[in-house]
């Protein structure tokens, strides 16, 4: 009966947050104690020892580091002038957006830090080059989050932190190696998002003329600040990549090793942000107060209430019920359809993973699947429906149109031209993967 009041809190807490505006981590804090507290008899001193601290700990950190290049005008050079690169290939134009999207991404820039500085000059891009805006927005949006899927980047890290939470409910588990596993996420999310640009590209006669009449104006040389902030975030992804990369090509150095085990990501970029101040690369009060603490309070809210559903064996229970009612060869497309409906309202980071992720290695353990290839079909399936425009990055899209008519065109093809291709071609897409690995 307790499993089914959570797996209801779970629901209600995304539809309150939906309906009424209210960050939906709040609500999961408030089950999480009446729930936890009344109805599991969990102290209140475990019930907060169950807000994650270290994950909410990476995010604050990594975006701190990264909010000097939003602040300073880094990042809107940086996609300046790789779109200025792309001039002498337009009828590839698409592909180009989605090159800069993933760049950005991957150099740490927010999902929604880059459609915010992508969307307005896509949709103007669109105009000039007489492109579809369905496919520009496709594009730049499948290029902010596969470029976030990198294990350092935005989203990798908030990823990498569930998983590694997902195996600390049952420490007789094996846990995946987090890092290795969002690298193959991101090489994953890579090529899905080039075979959907592919199709919105070459599958819509709005494209036939594209590239005709466009003009890129040249970008304004880096300013001193930029050219060191940039320079810092290349250094920086450097420490945090070379030991991990080097334990996995020789796991049998112990130097190594013991150097990987002690280069964490989120104290990296707090001693980078450090080196950033003391530079005066950004105002102090403009980095802090660009941190995502509607993310924080969304991941760690839902966070605590889904520990509530471990500790009462709601998880284990709705894992068992899967492994025994769903086909094996089924399990991959169930995650990538299931993560793609609840990302269609709600957010991949704040509700679809940390819900899903904590099922999991019990799950793997008992149907012998990769649990690596069902972290990234839910990762996949939820980031297929994340341009939905009641998603994040939908109504960021949207919300770059000047026109009221344009707007609402724009809202119909994202809902249902958008939406299906991309849902389709991902459940499709972990099928394959599912059966190569």
Known sequence: MISVILVAAIALAVVLGYKTGINTGFFCIAFAFLIGCFGLGITTKSLISFWPTSTMFVILSVSLFYNFAAVNGTLEKMSSALLYACRSFPGLLPFALFFVAVVLSVMGAAYFTVLAFLAPITLVICDEAKMDKLTGAVAINCGALAGGNFPTAALGVVFRGLM??????????????????????????????????AIFRYGFKENRNIGKGITFKKPEPFTEKQKTTLTLMLVMMAVVLVFPLLNMILPGNSLISAVSSKVDVGLVAICFTVIALLLDLAPQKEVIAKVPWNTIIMIAGAGMLIAVAVEAGTIEALSSWIGSNVPVALVPVAFSLVAAFMSFFSSTTGVVTPALFPLIPALAASTGLDAAVLFACTVLGAQSSAISPFSSGGSLILGSCGKEEERNRLFNRLLFVAVPISVVCSAVYNVVVAMIL
């Open 164 to 197: 590694d939470t997902a195996y600390e409910a049952d420490p007789s588990l094996t846990p995946v190696d987090s890092f290795s596993s969002e690298l193959k996420i991101f090489g994953f999310a890579i090529v899905f998002s080039i075979i959907v640009i």
